[in-house]
């Protein structure tokens, strides 16, 4: 009972109480000595280096607000005039009882950055001054100048801003991230709530953390405190580096919880290279759609342990289909690189220059084969794909009655049952109507609208070529089946689902 009064009283008084009650409560021999031998580093040096490359930012913009009319009142009425007056104060824009219904009002917003070349190159984070109209930014001695976007990318989330001061400006240099070790001390500096030259300190909680926002997820985890305002500016080493670009954080409240992430500077370097050279990036691109390699997947493709990334599927004419790759072959290596898992390939072919032929290592039937494909560059790939029309609609034979296997309803994919889904014309093998909730499939995501592309790595159009891989599967006394999937954008995944 006394012990339970003692938790109360703690979480009660907090941090305060539960220190008094260390004190009190001595610790053993071995972690007093290592408390006692633990000092914490002098920052203070590094900051007076340092501070003066970082800069705030605020921006502006102007967004429409939609309003109410005002209250209807009877001609002649005493509150006629009080009402029009109260109203166009605050920001009604005439008369006759009513607003403009596209009224418009400015957003402000603010964050960090840091200065990377004296001239007055800035970089910050591409949600800082996404959709600004004007741009400023504040130098630590409280100058203040109006800021040119050079070039943006939402994929990372960086951008870089140009000023033009009146004497080169005091810049700092990325570092190596790929150096950083878990329990490095790191200092953010930042303008946190608008609290500018703000000074936190932490370490390295984590490397290549994926957040899922976005496909070159790799982030710096720290318990240096990062707030909103913070977003965009430095993250660095004792050395006076800039290790990574402050970007986010997990908190529930708004505030620290000791959860933030930074873009590394590995990451971000090439591409502020490519922002301040072209005002835009130019990524590689091979043209596969991959995903993680489960240890069912591993499995049923013959695979000693579950690594690399797994080609599901393959644009059409692209690098990778020219190259030889097929759905189902699992690249290990890319350009010398070691792909351990799925994210690894994304970042490394973006980092590959365009036109460069280089080696794919991969595994197909659980040999290791080596092909040589030429990179193209994302940005027109995708600009190429937004431009694209389907082709022409095929005939269909009449739908079939259908047929349930593996807890699927399976049907031809005819035009109905395209329009029905809204499936893509490209998108080929046998629509998936309905899932048993208990089976499997379901288990695994499948869902009805979803195409059963190929059963065991063979295509599959008509439900009677589901049944004869399913009967050969059976026929090996193996209790698994791996398919491929499809999504109506034609987005391909593998799945194992147990064979009933």
């Known amino acids: 009972m006394l012990s339970h009064a003692r938790a109360l009283t703690v979480a009660r008084l907090g941090l305060a109480a539960a220190l008094a009650l260390a004190v009190v409560l001595p610790l053993p021999g071995a972690q007093a000595q290592q408390l006692a031998s633990r000092e914490l580093p002098d920052v203070a040096d590094v900051v007076d280096k340092v501070i003066d490359a970082v800069v705030y930012i605020s921006t502006t913009a102007r967004v429409e607000t939609k309003q109410g009319p005002?209250?209807?009142?009877?001609?002649?009425?005493?509150?006629?005039?009080?009402?029009?007056?109260?109203?166009?104060?605050?920001?009604?824009?005439?008369?006759?009882?009513?607003?403009?219904?596209?009224?418009?009002?400015?957003?402000?917003?603010?964050?960090?950055?840091?200065?990377?070349?004296?001239?007055?190159?800035?970089?910050?984070?591409?949600?800082v001054v996404e959709g600004a109209d004007e741009i400023f930014v504040t130098l630590n001695d409280s100058t203040r100048l109006k800021a040119e976007l050079v070039g943006r990318?939402?994929?990372?989330?960086?951008?870089?801003?140009?000023?033009?001061?009146?004497?080169?400006?005091?810049?700092?240099?990325?570092?190596?991230?790929?150096?950083?070790?878990?329990?490095?001390?790191?200092?953010?500096?930042?303008?946190?709530?608008?609290?500018?030259?703000?000074?936190?300190?932490?370490?390295?909680?984590?490397?290549?953390?994926?957040?899922?926002?976005?496909?070159?997820?790799?982030?710096?985890?720290?318990?240096?405190?990062?707030?909103?305002?913070?977003?965009?500016?430095?993250?660095?080493?004792?050395?006076?580096?800039?290790?990574?670009?402050?970007?986010?954080?997990?908190?529930?409240?708004?505030?620290?919880?000791?959860?933030?992430?930074?873009v590394p500077a590995a990451t971000a370097a090439p591409v502020i290279d490519q922002l301040r050279s072209f005002g835009e990036t130019r990524r590689g691109w091979i043209g596969v759609r991959i995903q993680q390699v489960s240890d069912e997947i591993a499995e049923r493709l013959?695979?000693?342990?579950?690594?690399?990334?797994?080609?599901?599927?393959?644009?059409?004419?692209?690098?990778?289909?020219?190259?030889?790759?097929?759905?189902?072959?699992?690249?290990?290596?890319?350009?010398?690189?070691?792909?351990?898992e799925m994210r690894d390939l994304p970042r490394v072919v973006a980092a590959t220059p365009i036109g460069k032929a280089v080696d794919i290592v991969f595994l197909r039937n659980g040999k290791e084969q080596t092909t040589k494909v030429t990179v193209e560059r994302l940005e027109e790939a995708e600009k190429q794909a937004?431009?694209?029309?389907?082709?022409?609609?095929?005939?269909?034979?009449?739908?079939?009655?259908?047929?349930?296997?593996?807890?699927?309803?399976?049907?031809?994919?005819?035009?109905?049952?395209?329009?029905?889904?809204?499936?893509?014309?490209?998108?080929?093998?046998?629509?998936?109507?309905?899932?048993?909730?208990?089976?499997?499939?379901?288990?695994?995501?499948?869902?009805?609208?979803?195409?059963?592309?190929?059963?065991?790595?063979?295509?599959?159009?008509?439900?009677?070529?589901?049944?004869r891989r399913l009967e050969a599967v059976k026929k090996d006394g193996r209790k698994s089946v791996l398919l491929l999937v499809a999504n109506a954008e034609g987005e391909p995944r593998f799945v194992v689902v147990a064979v009933r």
């Open 70 to 127: 005002i209250p209807q009142l009877p001609p002649g009425s005493p509150f006629e005039e009080f009402f029009e007056e109260f109203f166009k104060k605050h920001g009604g824009e005439g008369g006759g009882n009513g607003f403009d219904p596209h009224r418009q009002r400015r957003q402000t917003s603010l964050g960090s950055g840091f200065v990377v070349d004296p001239s007055g190159v800035i970089v910050t984070n591409n949600h």
């Open 386 to 467: 937004s431009t694209t029309k389907p082709s022409p609609q095929q005939q269909q034979p009449a739908a079939a009655r259908p047929g349930q296997v593996l807890g699927l309803d399976l049907a031809p994919l005819t035009d109905d049952l395209r329009k029905r889904f809204r499936i893509k014309e490209t998108v080929k093998g046998v629509v998936i109507t309905a899932v048993d909730r208990d089976s499997s499939a379901s288990e695994k995501g499948i869902q009805a609208g979803q195409v059963l592309v190929e059963v065991e790595q063979q295509p599959v159009g008509t439900l009677a070529d589901v049944q």
């Open 153 to 262: 990318d939402n994929k990372i989330d960086l951008a870089v801003l140009k000023v033009k001061p009146e004497k080169p400006l005091k810049a700092v240099k990325l570092g190596d991230s790929d150096k950083l070790r878990l329990g490095e001390w790191v200092i953010a500096i930042g303008n946190p709530f608008g609290l500018g030259g703000t000074v936190t300190l932490g370490i390295v909680s984590a490397r290549n953390r994926d957040i899922s926002s976005g496909p070159y997820d790799n982030f710096i985890q720290t318990d240096a405190a990062i707030n909103r305002g913070n977003s965009g500016g430095p993250l660095f080493n004792l050395k006076g580096d800039v290790i990574g670009i402050n970007t986010a954080i997990i908190s529930p409240s708004g505030g620290s919880i000791g959860i933030g992430f930074a």
């Open 302 to 340: 013959g695979l000693t342990k579950a690594n690399g990334a797994l080609v599901a599927g393959l644009t059409d004419g692209g690098p990778a289909e020219k190259a030889g790759l097929k759905s189902g072959d699992v690249i290990v290596k890319f350009d010398g690189h070691e792909v351990k």
